[in-house]
T-cell receptor
Framework: AQRVTQPEKLLSVFKGAPVELKCNYSYSGSPELFWYVQYSRQRLQLLLR??SRESIKGFTADLNKGETSFHLKKPFAQEEDSAMYYC???????????FGKGTTLSVSS | DVKVTQSSRYLVKRTGEKVFLECVQD?????MFWYRQDPGLGLRLIYFSYDVKMKEKGDIPEGYSVSREKKERFSLILESASTNQTSMYLC???????????FGEGSRLTVL
């Protein structure tokens, strides 16, 4: 079964601390994985995808097929990073995304 | 900029009423989606459509139907609303199967 697991509902860190939002997946074959973010009172939007291997707003995510993980990382958190983060997996047909339950990141000064 | 517009931001309906949620996108995207977003449950796919008049069930289609008569418009229909359908409904669109979904602002439905 295709599944995305985000084990943390809430992650609270101080400004300047490193951040790691965990995501594990279950999938047969080569997965396509994404991170989406929803800032307060804004639309849900794509943050990054694993195939692009880019850094967006200082965030990176590496696909680890051995551990079936796609954790989102940032070395120094900023207050404006506070948001809800969703990990998502493209379904087998590639037609829709399966989302995790989300992790709320709270960065305080 | 891609714009996905959901016609109603907030709705309050009574149990048993028929509810229409409308979504329009302006970027000629083939794919359109309806998700519901609930705290602690994340986003769950209700239905999606990859072409006019085509639809596929998602993970939780029970109690819902959809309509896509024109490429830019995708409607979600609750034939007989129930209290457990109180939720935030998100519409999204994407170009083919890129995985980059563009979301609307959401429609918060309360069923009393």
């Amino acid at each position: 079964a295709q599944r995305v697991t985000q084990p943390e509902k809430l992650l609270s860190v101080f400004k300047g601390a490193p951040v790691e939002l965990k995501c594990n997946y279950s999938y047969s074959g080569s997965p396509e994985l994404f991170w989406y973010v929803q800032y307060s009172r804004q639309r849900l939007q794509l943050l990054l995808r694993h195939i692009s291997r880019e850094s967006i707003k200082g965030f990176t995510a590496d696909l680890n097929k051995g551990e079936t993980s796609f954790h989102l990382k940032k070395p120094f958190a900023q207050e404006e990073d506070s948001a809800m983060y969703y990990c998502a997996l493209s379904n087998q047909a590639g037609t829709a995304l399966i989302f995790g339950k989300g992790t709320t990141l709270s960065v305080s000064s | 900029d891609v714009k996905v517009t959901q016609s109603s931001r907030y709705l309050v309906k009574r149990t048993g009423e028929k509810v229409f949620l409308e979504c329009v996108q302006d970027m000629d995207h083939e794919n359109m989606f309806w998700y519901r977003q609930d705290p602690g449950l994340g986003l769950r796919l209700i239905y999606f459509s990859y072409d006019v008049k085509m639809k596929e069930k998602g993970d939780i289609p029970e109690g819902y139907s959809v309509s896509r008569e024109k490429k830019e418009r995708f409607s979600l229909i609750l034939e007989s609303a129930s209290t457990n359908q109180t939720s935030m409904y998100l519409c999204a669109s994407s170009y083919l199967n890129t995985g980059e979904l563009f979301f609307g602002e959401g429609s918060r439905l309360t069923v009393l």
